[in-house]
Nanobody
């Protein structure tokens, strides 16, 4: 599975941003999980959200529930992370990643990883 994230940028606190993740390869797998992680300087990768690429079931980390929405367009093989009500603490490098199997929230378990896209929230 290959992934490519895009859409990062600079946004003011309270604003919105949409990240995209292009997914290719084994997208037909029923157990394909695509996830977003983020990494702030000096910290480990933090789970943000994940989606079962075929069923559409989603999971969210508590800090982003109600503010972020992960959706997909299977026809385009694209995933979209809509981020609303952004906060200073959302500033990080955001990565999309994938694994085959169950949903897990640790970066180490995601074998397939794209490059990051930087999101900076300013006051």
């Amino acid at each position: 599975v290959q992934l490519q994230a895009s859409g990062g940028g600079l946004v003011q606190a309270g604003g919105s941003l949409r990240l995209s993740c292009a997914v290719s390869g084994r997208t037909f797998e029923k157990s394909l999980i695509v996830a977003w992680f983020r990494q702030a300087p000096g910290l480990e990768h933090q789970f943000v959200t994940a989606i079962n690429w075929n069923s559409g079931s989603t999971w969210y980390a508590d800090p982003v529930k109600g503010r972020f929405t992960f959706s997909k367009d299977n026809a385009k093989n694209m995933g979209y992370l809509q981020m609303n009500s952004l906060r200073l603490e959302d500033t990080a490098n955001y990565y999309c990643a994938a694994r085959l199997g169950s949903i897990l929230r640790r970066w180490d378990y995601y074998r397939f990883r794209g490059q990051g896209t930087q999101v900076t929230v300013s006051s």
